[in-house]
């Protein structure tokens, strides 16, 4: 009897080993939304339950459809998840200036921003205070025009078009393109063939219903809202980048912190991979969570006519699309609103890429403009 029962303890012991080794082997055949949402992968399982090395990690957005990663992660708690206790403060910015002063400042660690306050940023900076670590969104960028008055492209010569604000990332492409049609326009004033009419996106649409616009160069969602109210989709800024693809939305973070909190980066940026996987696998569920995530932002979710057609057109992405913000840089010096500017070092995808090989996704690349 005592053999017998010794025998018994001894596979009772080997069977609760076992245990999480087959509860690990299941979780790992997970796939889509309810990996991404309910079950770790097995590349993390040394990470679970290990703290951190900051309590805290401060992460700005802008309440933009094109900052879907940012608005879905943090309303589905896909960040959150990754960081074992660490606690996410959010914090909203309606422009790329005020946001780059919070991460200069050292009141911001990680931010979502548009490629043109990065570059002016990582210069004003002279390359010491940010690096951009992931891509998180292309396109969703229109030329919305009232069509009773602009019917082709060329009949914007000597109206009044809007871009948010002079020398962001629009307002950047859509000089640009004045500039490759052959019109002069300056940069400063926004006076010239066409007048570049610096608004913020909140008071555009109510611009463009009262006449006191013809049209803007604006992303999403308020390109929708413009044709909402009657307006049309003249052009796509898509159309004008090779594999209509170029960066609108990167993740930033202070390079003190990246240097302190590395592990904090990491874990961010396991978090938004995984958020972006879930948007691919589930577009209608993504979409409902970042309107979800826009009513508690503003108290007001978009309307159906407005969210519907501004979701597809905006491509979520790990890709920073390193080689389209170089030629944003080009633009803008081209259009005089910055001097030639040193990009070396202004990326650190050391951290995103080894994320994704983790997690059996390709690497991607700096274009050169790596951290050496």
Known sequence: MPATASTTLRRGIV??????LLIGALASCGY?????????KAADAADAGKKLSASEVRIGYFPNLTHATALVGLQEGLIEKELNGTKIKPQSFNAGPSEIEALNGGSLDIGFIGPSPSI?????????NLRIISGSASGGVKLVVNPDKI?????????????????????VAFLNWISEKGWKVDPESGKGDVSVVRTDNKVTPDAFKQGSIDGAWVPEPTASKLVSDGGSVLLDETALWPDKKFV?????????????HPDVVEAVLRGTVKTNEWIHANQDKAKASANAKL????????????????????AITDDPLAGTLKTQSEWAVKA???EEPDLAGIYDLTLLNKVLKAAGKPEVSDAGLGVK
């Not at 889509?32 to 770790?40: I, L, V």
């Not at 019917?151 to 307002?171: E, H, R, S, V």
């Not at 609108?248 to 302190?260: G, R």
Request: charged share 30%.
């Open 336 to 338: 005089k609103l910055i």
């Open 248 to 260: 609108i939305t990167n993740i930033v973070v202070s390079q003190k912190f990246l240097k302190e």
């Open 15 to 20: 069977a609760a080993a076992a245990l999480p």
């Open 295 to 314: 009513e508690a932002d503003s108290g007001k979710p978009l309307d159906a006519k407005i969210i519907d057609p501004a979701w597809p057109s905006i």
């Open 151 to 171: 019917k082709t492209l060329d009949d914007l010569k000597g109206k009044k078009i809007a871009t948010p604000q002079k020398g962001n990332t629009q307002d």
């Open 120 to 128: 002016n940023g990582y210069v004003k900076s002279k390359g010491s």
């Open 32 to 40: 889509g939304s309810e990996a991404a949402k309910d079950q770790p």
